[in-house]
Structures are given as C-alpha cells and as structure tokens.
C-alpha cells in the first residue's frame, strides 16, 4: 500500500467544531449519529464500519450505546470495528489492555459478533510486527474503509498512540510511546515502572482516510491542546493538526474544552 503525503491530501480545510454545555449533551448527540448510520446501512444489506478509541474520553459515547441498545433496540449485529491502538507487549487478558478495556465498556453489553472485532494484538512477536500491521491495514480495506472513526487527544497532541513527530505518509506499526503519555497512564497501571514503552497504533494516514472523523476532548485539562491542534498548520509535532486536512471532520467538545478563540 502506497503512502500518501500532504499534497495527495489537499490544502487545509479545518474542522467543524461543536461546543456542547456538557460531555454527556456531546455523546448523545454524536451516538445518535451513529446509531442512524447503523441502522441506514443495516437496511441497505451492509455492514457499518467503526473505529474506535480508548481511555476515560469515549467511556460516556460507550455507555450511551449501550443504552441505545438496550432501551432503544439498536443492533450491533451489523456492526464491524477496528480500535486505533494496544499497548505492545499487554495479553489480552490484562486489566489495563484495549481489549479488556472494550469488552468491559461496549463489547460484552451488545450484540457484535467476536469476529467482526479487530483490536491489535499487543503480543505480536517482534519480528511479525511489519507483517501483522500490514494485515491490520488489509483487513480494514477488506472490510470496505471506516465509516466514522473516533479519536481521543492526548497531551503531547496525538491521536491514536501517533506520537510526535508523526506526519501524514504514517500507516499501522509499532511506536514508542512519550513521556508525557506514559506518565499520563502512570495512575492506571500503578506506576510509571509499569506502563508499557510501546504501542501498536494506526497512522495518520489511517485515520484520515476514514469517511467520517470525530475527536472528542472534555475538560480543561483538554484546552489548550485542543486549541494549538486547532490553530496548526497539519504538523507532525501536532499529529492531531492533521485532521485539518480531512473532508468530513469534527471536533466535539464540552464548554471546558473549548477554544479561547473561534477556529476560521
């Protein structure tokens, strides 16, 4: 699979921002959207694709899924994902993994088939990495693209676990994690001792050629990263800039998190 590079992409388009009074006004909104594109596609014989994230940002989006589901009817049976990122070297079984993370808080509440589920394997030996990030990429081009991709952002500004200094020509591998990033999971995993160095994550390039992005961001802590992401040019020491780049992006924010200044 070819790279692809700014130029390829166009000239920076900026995302829509929306600013809702809270996080939890934010995800309903948004798992609305969702829940109309899988049941549109479901109607028309096919299968939703949706990329998802972790850590405690997408928990609310998750949980009114889950409600969706249970209260409104909405099947997942329909439904096929693919997670940005899992920390190298963690079994599926462990507590601080993306899989027991995803089991925990969408997976084992609705109806989605195990096979339909595509998570990275943090337990890939290292010299499969290449092979099996390739087949990561395959498999989502098998499975026609993504439909709406989730994002989180982290302090460092990336997405995904696409650290700085990460560009655009990115696709899935294996990346060293920052030590604003570690020291940020420190609380989860016990100690900074404790967090894994590495990671398995899709790229930039990944991400982009979703059909539809949306990161979300709550809280003050969220601001001022958001607003540089926002501000930049598509830079690889904001990887998150890039998504002014994409077609059909968004970012979804609580008033805590949004801007100072009102993006052009």
């Not at 809702?20 to 109607?43: D, F, N, P, W, Y």
């Not at 609705?110 to 990561?136: F, K, L, T, W």
């Not at 990161?215 to 998504?243: C, D, M, N």
Request: with cysteine; net charge negative; glycine share 8%.
């Amino acid at each position: 699979m070819s790279n692809l590079s700014m130029e390829q992409w166009g000239e920076p388009i900026g995302p829509e921002v929306m600013v809702h009074s809270t996080s939890q006004q934010a995800v309903e909104q948004l798992a609305g959207e969702i829940a109309a594109g899988i049941r549109k596609r479901t109607r028309q014989g096919g299968r939703y694709v949706l990329g998802l994230a972790t850590g405690s940002t997408p928990i609310p989006l998750y949980e009114e899924l889950v409600r969706l589901h249970r209260e409104e009817g909405l099947s997942f049976e329909k439904v096929t994902t693919f997670n940005l990122d899992e920390y190298y070297g963690l079994s599926p079984e462990s507590e601080q993994s993306y899989h027991h993370f995803m089991q925990k808080h969408l997976f084992s509440k609705v109806d989605i088939a195990p096979e339909r589920i595509h998570i990275p394997d943090g337990m890939v030996p290292r010299n499969e990495v290449e092979r099996y990030c390739a087949e990561y990429e395959e498999a989502i081009t098998q499975a026609g693209g993504i439909d709406l991709q989730i994002l989180g952002i982290g302090r460092t500004g990336h997405i995904g676990f696409n650290e700085p200094p990460s560009d655009d020509s990115t696709r899935t591998r294996l990346v060293t994690l920052d030590p604003v990033t570690r020291q940020d999971a420190a609380s989860d995993f016990g100690g900074l001792d404790f967090v894994p160095k590495e990671a398995i994550t899709m790229g930039i390039a990944t991400i982009l050629e979703a059909r539809t992005a949306v990161l979300l961001a709550w809280g003050e802590r969220k601001q001022e990263i958001v607003s540089r992401s926002l501000a930049s040019s598509p830079s690889s020491s904001i990887p998150a800039s890039f998504l002014n780049l994409h077609q059909d992006a968004a970012y979804l924010l609580d008033e805590a998190a949004a801007p100072e200044f009102q993006p052009a």
